[in-house]
């Protein structure tokens, strides 16, 4: 994990390296300066921008390369306007621009500059910044605009004079990336002022790409002991950030005593709200799902999803339930239950079957089926060395295929991926139920997938990059570079916004008594949206009916307890749609099927028509 | 040129041979009919479609492969809903569908078939159509909605009332083939209807890709000699069509006494409307910009370039007039006027300004400047064999370097493209202005370039395909999809629908007398959108004063008669914009410079932001 910095910005300095000094002295990490010393005087004339040549700023000698890099924020002028309709305005912030952006990247090719958006009139600013970053950009906006909050509060205006007068600011922020193309060496810093965001806006701006939040020293009150603290309304703003690992910046003049404080009480809240996470490391990351089907799991896949602490004891709890039902308390005897583990893999489930039994005393007699041959070894010796006084047999086949000696009562699989039916149960266990009883229990009886639309700028250049390295690779054959960005990838999801609440999607019902089996599904779904924000995708999740009320769920506001078998699904779009408040964002999905493969279609009809993303499987296809 | 077709549409035919016989014998080239026969049963019972096997249809082997192939149109059944909200009647639509497309392919595996699209409700019938076509799917819309037009014009309707309730056609098409993907395979059929679309909306269509115009045989009247006839009305819409090689198909009864009338009337309107267009193969197709001054130009194309039946006589006016106001009639002598033809290729400009000379009787002193040697072994033997008693003088150089014994009264060049500067005249002629007198005339003494918005689904997929052609080709290094859409391109423009009206975009002026000369640009332009439309990207042309009145254009309002050295400049946006009527569109356009290069960039910033298009010229640099 990368350490939290904390930043000291200084609108004015003179002596940068005494500036560090005093930094460092007061426990800050590194310091924001202008890049202009406003000591030299700078003169931008009439000349063609190659041949001004200016003093305007430090000799770059003044400090060691590594401390450019690793101490120095560099601040770039705001008193400019490169998209002024004044010709002589927009042409000399233009340059003034195009030198300070040189001269920072003179000073270190891969360090910070900071620059500030002030309205949403940016699109050449944006152009410009974005034309050739090395090191990183921080675009510095208002995390509320006073105006706006001011224009939004009053009730003397009319709501439409309120929109047309002022956009919030992360609509600054939304032009400005959105012209720079999502560029991902452009970071969002947001600065804290009086005025709070309210919570919607705030999950948006947890959306987005935020390197640092800026907290100037006026924000700060005295506690009782006279301390400067934050108020407990911005402290828990923080909280949430630290929770993605923003940094920090303080924004103070030399002469305030309190330097020092500010860097302490910072860092306090840092180790006092950072977030322990066991799935740290593997957020926003990119995976393929997994195809059991088609591909045998190695070791380490089998070991990791043993691990899970809640659902093999949820499954031993279900299974408890349905033996108690199958056999009440009154009509217990020597005839065994008949369980079918089908895709046992290393054993887990067997294992919840064998302590279900002996936790209610009902005998059982278990059919183990593994199609993985390597599996297979481990289930043999687990069966020798473990389990030889109990009733266990293994068939090393296909599940669709094998013909055992008796029917079941309790079917068992655990053959669901994180949008459910995605590692294909349902066509498993069509195939595996004609060996069930009629009256026979299936567990898990029930999956539902769900989804809901996300804004992510983060995982849309992810995306981006995949298809990117993918064409770089002749081996690759690439049909064109939409059928590429069309996967569908596992994805522990935490720089999101998410848009709207999941909705559910697809059901299937275990065992299937339909007449005529289709797996097939199509829905349309209608999400509302209540702020301005960009749609990058959807989010995909399951939940499923292990028996009666045991649920196993990765549904946000459903999510079962240290569940953490099943990260996110994403289902991207090729082109970031601009949603507004109010939208009604229509989306279609389809689960379809031919003779070889499944797959997921999904497609965007309302307010904008997408085309249909994955269109006969030809990005993702799910191999039978 | 392909042979316009004329097919007749038979709305039941159960004797296929026969009805090709009949459309034969009285003039038509083909049948459209539909692909199930109505005299078999069909059977699409609740079964799985795999297991489905019905006879439904004719056997493939009462006719010849090819004549299957040229000689029948397939017409799918109509009385389906692929999109029903009610799932059986959907399910049962899609079995259908598949089972008829299934069967068409099998009957001709790239021949055409036809479906009807009958309202905005088609996400699902487009998905399914798309998915794998192998010929032509002809899709066919009504010109003109009957229930559209009533509720337009029916006064006691509120406006918002009909748009609520009725969508125009081209809505119906747009929603089909934008969720189909812009699909190449995908062709529309227009019907014509007795209600005729008004003239923006015959814009509209005929910048959509149409194959085919529907004639319902009671579209005709008699005429004075009981002939079958269309009314004027739609003559003319037809002669637009015509214009773009579309082919017609005329519905009828096989009992109508005229059917041999409808033929013979249609082939008769398709010889009087077509236009003989010396461009004619051109149409559309994508050429690079030429950049003469990195490339030394071929001796074909200075020969296509000099055919140019206007441009040279053009010039030569320009320089009569300029050498009339050098010297007038009072001041005839012996001095020559010098001219210095700056770029002289293989001597066309010389020519004219050694005509210009003997009309006028002023005695001229021509440098002949040019930097390709290859044209100047041509200028050598013009010298040598032709002007051998004229004053004129090779120079072997680039114009921005070369050093001439006196200065010029005036300079003459030809170094427009498409879009004026992208030939970098303004870098060419700033260079070599410094040889002209203080009072010298510069021929061109100004240009300015005009863009305007189109909707062209034929032009975005050739942008498309070179994309996809350049990502398969490993030679090629590519940056990522979008980089490579980027490419402006020359292009004869002709199935586009010109979104607005073309506005000046960048001015130059020659000599350029400014302080400090800086060629770059940026203006940013709005248009009104008048309908509802699809932009994909951006024509631009150019005019140029050469001398007073004298101006050469391709402005297509103001285009120089016969004119046919340029073609228009066309700018892609990478993913194509749905925009309503009444919205007002922002385009920014740059030209940018470097040491080494020149560029445009462009973007949109309203009602959609779009990244900013080939940033940094990384899709399309012009090389200095």
Redesign the interface.
Known sequence: MIKTYVCLYQQHATDLPECIDLATNNCYDAVAIPIVNTLFYRELA???I?SRHAVFSRSDLILKSTDWLHKVISVLSDNIDCDSPDEEV??HSEATLIQEMSFAEHLVQHGHMMVRIKSGRT??F??LI???IKGTVLAAVPMVDPNYMKQVWRSDCAEDDVEGSAEDTWTWWN?FR?????NTKIKLVLELSEDLPSKESLRRWLGEPVECIIVPSHMFVRNKNNYPVLSKAHQEILSKFIGNNTHFIVKASREDGSLRHYAEYIKHLVEKFKVVDPMQGFDDLLEIPLQPLIDDLDSYTYEVFEKDPTKYKFYQDAIELALVDRVPDSKISNKPVIIMVVGAGRGPLVRAALNASANTGRKIKVYIIEKNPNAVVTLTSLVEELWSDKDVQIISCDMRDFTPPEKADILVSELLGSFGDNELSPECLDGAQKHLKPDGISIPCRSTSYVNPVMSSKIYNLV?QV??DR??N?RE??????TQAENNYVVYLKNVYHIAEPQALFEFNHPNKD????NSR?KTLTFEVTQDCVLHGFAGYFDTILYKDIVLSTHPQMHSKSLVSWFSMFFPIT?PQ?LKAGDMLEV?F?RCLS?QKVWY?W?T?HP??S??HN??GRACPIYK
Chains 1, 2 share one sequence.
């Not at 959105?178 to 999502?182: M, S």
């Open positions: 009439a000349q063609p190659k927009r042409r699109v050449n944006a152009r974005s034309r050739s032009k959105t012209a720079a193309d999502f981006r298809v990117v064409c770089t002749p054959k690439m049909h064109s570079y939409s007449k005529v089996i289709d199509y082109e601009q279609n389809w003779s279609e497609s009809s904008h028509m085309h249909v269109h006969n």
